[in-house]
């Protein structure tokens, strides 16, 4: 009987997943844009690098690191950012679409349906990092012979939890505000990334801001991973962001989840959900 | 109906075994008045905005097998009180209960029993009919091949060529789209079937085809339907009992014969004439707010 319910409860989890794999299809001239948008990015503050390190007259091989550290840091501010919105964005966009009445109605718990976007976000950021990445690789000269990919990957999938976490807490806000909702997750997502060193050490940043730096997972992974990339920091060595980052998922998606059903709770109690008639 | 009879017909056969499909009792909603806003600041000083009713005291009970009608005109409170029994909306107070089930407490066991189909399309517009099934399918637990069998033998019932059904939705008319609507929620096999308004701004050839087959599915599946519309012949046609509602309230209950005896109308008359009659309004009228809602606190 458990297992007939898990076993429901993963396949409506993959029809969101693939409902949503089905919506890119359909919006494939958008995702080119998107893409192509994302890669120039990653190209030009990558080329920042380049001409930094020319004009420092430094080596090559600092270069290079420069110019790793960055293209690392757009990086991780595409995959996480697309992850983010993803699943923050689950709600606004069946509010787009008209169907959050039809889908909030079916038999599935809460956790089922914002696993599925979750799911789909996690597969459809690591794909399109994965692409930006193969773009720059070829673009500039980078120094990965010492990275290690599994180690890499291993903090990378750890910060999903906690994103997917932050996630579920911003999706709230598009079921309490149709319109200033998705605006305020476009604000989190921003503010998480500042914090985050994406493109500097957090010791540069203002000291009032460096508490919240040591706390925001989106740091670990960027430690994490230029360890991983740069340094060949193996899976032992980079096993204390790991637990971090799998410490704050384990905070953050049960709050996450909370926060959605509170959020749901309001939104069917004052028809925020939709209401005529 | 093809055999003449009417979905009546089927509840008197039970005698004295009827089980009730939908229990509503004295159910009242209210929302914040939205012309009214009140200040962020005035808020945090502890003003409250204005409630306003949109549902007052309703009570009804439909027994398993019936197609029972909700009328009246915009604004009456018909689609607010379907979402509360769709699990949609919380009453403020009162209880529905479905099949024995509190759609408060038992929100899953519920969802089970039920769908609906509402009087916009609510599908991704830029997926095909059969997408938008499959995934219907997936979120109600039903196997996908199973699913998609059953809900292309209604859409050939319904007359939606095959071609349509994979194409973006948002390329279909929308008595099409409402047609799959229909499918996608004959697909799940409800006990209880909600159809908010379903025929609105369809043209009469679908609005004919859409109600012969509520009566059809009603007349094989056994489903006991709610259908809220302010078409008069479509509820004359299809429900056995229906209730007025106007400002909120039930002002009136009963089969279509009862309630034209209990306002003096003719046996030949429309219902429209008896709702006149009751409310003293048309139902092309829409309901403004000053008198639909009443205001409940300040």
Redesign the interface.
């Known amino acids: 009987m458990l297992m007939q319910e898990l076993r429901?409860s993963a396949?409506?989890s993959?029809?969101?997943a693939?409902?949503s794999f089905?919506?890119v299809k359909?919006?494939l001239g958008w995702e080119v844009v998107w893409l192509v948008y994302s890669a120039v990015s990653t190209l030009t503050i990558g080329l920042i690098g380049v001409s930094a390190s020319r004009a420092g007259g430094g080596e090559a091989a600092a270069g290079q690191n420069l110019t790793l550290y960055l293209v690392i840091g757009a990086l991780l501010w595409n995959y996480l950012s697309v992850l983010f919105q993803e699943v923050s964005n689950a709600v606004a966009w069946e509010r787009w679409?008209?169907?959050i009445?039809?889908?909030?109605?079916?038999?599935?718990?809460r956790l089922v349906y914002l696993a599925g976007n979750s799911l789909f976000g996690l597969g459809y950021a690591l794909l399109r990092t994965i692409l930006i990445f193969g773009i720059a690789a070829l673009w500039f000269d980078m120094d990965l012979s010492r990275a290690n990919w599994g180690a890499a990957l291993l903090v990378l999938v750890s910060s999903s939890l906690s994103f997917m976490g932050l996630g579920l807490v911003a999706a709230v806000l598009p079921l309490l505000s149709p319109e200033k909702g998705p605006q305020a997750t476009y604000i989190i997502q921003g503010l998480l990334l500042l914090v985050a060193g994406v493109y500097y050490p957090v010791d540069v940043l203002p000291e009032w801001l460096q508490p919240i730096a040591a706390i925001n997972p989106a740091t670990h992974t960027l430690d994490g991973i230029r360890a991983a990339l740069m340094e060949g920091a193996g899976v032992a060595e980079v096993m204390p962001w790991v637990l971090k980052l799998l410490l704050t998922g384990v905070l953050l998606v049960p709050l996450g989840l909370w926060v959605f059903q509170v959020g749901e709770?309001y939104a069917?109690?004052?028809?925020r959900?939709?209401?005529?008639? | 109906m093809s055999d003449g009879s009417k979905p009546g017909d089927r509840l008197a056969d039970r005698g004295n075994r009827t089980v009730l499909a939908l229990e509503v009792e004295n159910i009242v909603k209210r929302f914040a008045d939205d012309s009214e806003p009140v200040p962020l600041w005035q808020r945090l000083l502890g003003r409250r905005p204005r409630q306003v009713a949109a549902v007052r005291g309703v009570s009804f009970q439909v027994p398993e097998g019936e197609i029972f009608g909700i009328l009246g005109p915009n604004g009456s409170g018909k689609s607010t009180l379907i979402r509360v029994i769709a699990t949609l909306l919380l009453p403020d107070e009162g209880t529905v209960r479905i099949f024995g089930h509190d759609v408060v407490r038992e929100r899953t066991a519920v969802r089970q029993l039920i769908n609906r189909v509402s009087v916009e399309a609510a599908f991704f517009k830029k997926l095909s009919a059969m997408e938008n099934l499959m995934y219907a399918a997936r979120l109600y637990g039903l196997p996908v091949k199973e699913a998609t069998a059953r809900a292309g033998a209604i859409l050939d019932r319904l007359g939606l060529p095959r071609k349509k059904r994979v194409i973006p939705l948002e390329e279909l008319s929308r008595g099409q789209q409402q047609k799959v609507a229909i499918a996608r929620a004959l697909m799940t096999n409800p006990r209880l079937l909600l159809l908010d308004e379903p025929t609105t701004g369809l043209d009469p050839k679908s609005k004919r085809e859409v109600q012969d087959f509520i009566l059809e599915a009603q007349r094989e599946h056994g489903a006991t339907v709610i259908l809220t519309s302010h078409d008069m012949e479509e509820a004359e046609r299809l429900c056995q009992r229906v209730a007025f509602m106007d400002e909120g309230r039930f002002v009136a209950l009963g089969t279509p014969g009862e309630l034209k005896a209990q306002f003096g109308a003719h046996p030949e008359q429309s219902l429209e004439a008896v709702f006149l009659a009751c409310t003293g309004k048309g139902l092309g009228e829409e309901a403004g707010p000053d008198r639909v809602l009443e205001e409940v606190s300040a």
């Not at chain 1, 009445?101 to 718990?109: D, L, R, S």
């Not at chain 1, 069917?268 to 028809?271: I, V």
């Not at chain 1, 959900?273 to 008639?277: I, S, V, Y």
């Open positions: 429901r396949l409506a993959y029809g969101v693939e409902r089905r919506l359909r919006y679409e008209g169907t009445e039809y889908t909030f109605m079916a038999p599935i718990h709770q069917m109690r004052t028809g959900l939709k209401r005529n008639g």
